[in-house]
């Protein structure tokens, strides 16, 4: 009791020392308030209103992969459309996700077009409550989410601030947001698969301005401890460039069409397919042939 009594004693000192400097203890900012501040920090909402279509070119690297360094494309559309393409050691690995259904393609042993298979049903659902463009925070009210917040967390020596995000769909995402810089840092999203339910957890780093836009450089995914965790490496960004519907179209639905229309003699001549984008420039950046679990693109 006599300890208890000392530190209920020196917590009111405390106080009242604050007081008499004609301060008091500094509350902690609301939910609603962080959002504001994380909007802000990441170029303002009318900014990111602007955004149709976002491009990512860099490079990814994993210890699952088989070479160091992997570049890629992945191209976004509002709003849930999604893109990425790796090329590694000259062979290219697509993933799409066209709003409803998804694609996997890979190089074909057997020779011939790509081997493609459609996304399994926890893939479709885990795609389905990406918000893509530009993550669960911006206009949080009008994509019909919730936010509430949690605790002022440690993340990697800085003080952050853990979000619970409740989906539309309600899946309950966790963010934390730097309690300086109110830049996201972390995000974590529940994830299923035959093996079982886990979480996907993805951090945010080194921060790049592109077209008045704050977004991070540099996205890991640990994979588990003591392991070298996979990193993608955006080196560039495009912001509203024009992206081809047939882009997120099944892959190789358009190389099928075009040998068709090509086929017969009497046949009028078929239009040109948009060429692919490029595998990546020579500067580019990186992350999991999966994707990133999404956040703020």
């Known amino acids: 009791m006599r300890w208890k009594f000392v530190a209920a004693l020196a917590a009111g000192i405390a106080v ?3 007081a008499s400097e004609g301060r008091a203890p500094a509350a902690e900012p609301s ?3 962080i959002v504001e501040r994380n909007v802000a920090a990441r170029g303002g909402l009318e900014a990111w209103r602007k955004v149709q279509t976002m491009v990512w070119l860099g490079h990814m690297s994993s210890v699952h992969a088989p070479t160091p360094t992997m570049l890629f494309v992945m191209q976004q559309q509002r709003p849930n459309k999604t893109r990425l393409e790796v090329n590694a050691m000259g062979e290219r690995t697509v993933r799409v996700f066209d709003g409803t259904r998804g694609w996997k393609a890979k190089p074909s042993r057997a020779g011939g077009g790509p081997d493609v298979r459609p996304f399994s049903f926890e893939e479709v659902t885990f795609a389905r409550s990406v918000q ?3 993550g669960p925070l911006i206009d949080y009210l009008a994509k019909g989410n919730t936010v509430t917040l949690e605790s002022l967390d440690e993340i990697e020596g800085h003080k952050a601030y853990r979000l619970a995000v409740r989906l539309a769909t309600g899946e309950i995402d966790h963010v934390w947001i730097d309690a300086q810089t109110f830049l996201d840092v972390r995000y974590d999203r529940p994830s ?3 093996a079982g339910a886990a979480n996907v957890s993805v951090f945010y780093r080194n921060y790049k301005t ?3 836009l704050q ?4 996205i890991e995914t640990p994979a588990a401890p003591g392991v070298t965790p996979d990193k993608m490496v955006i080196e560039n960004v495009l912001l509203n460039a024009p992206v ?3 882009t997120f179209a099944q892959p190789g639905t358009h190389e099928r069409r075009r040998g068709m229309a090509t086929s017969g003699a009497s046949q009028a001549p078929a239009r040109r397919a948009p060429v692919d984008p490029p595998a990546t420039p020579a500067a580019s950046s990186p992350d999991p042939a999966s994707g990133p679990a999404s956040g703020p693109n």
Request: without cysteine; negative net charge.
């Open 31 to 33: 939910a609603a308030q």
């Open 16 to 18: 009242a020392a604050l």
């Open 210 to 212: 592109f077209e008045g």
């Open 244 to 246: 081809d519907e047939r």
């Open 215 to 218: 977004i991070p450089s540099v």
């Open 192 to 194: 299923s698969s035959a």
């Open 132 to 134: 893509a463009i530009d």
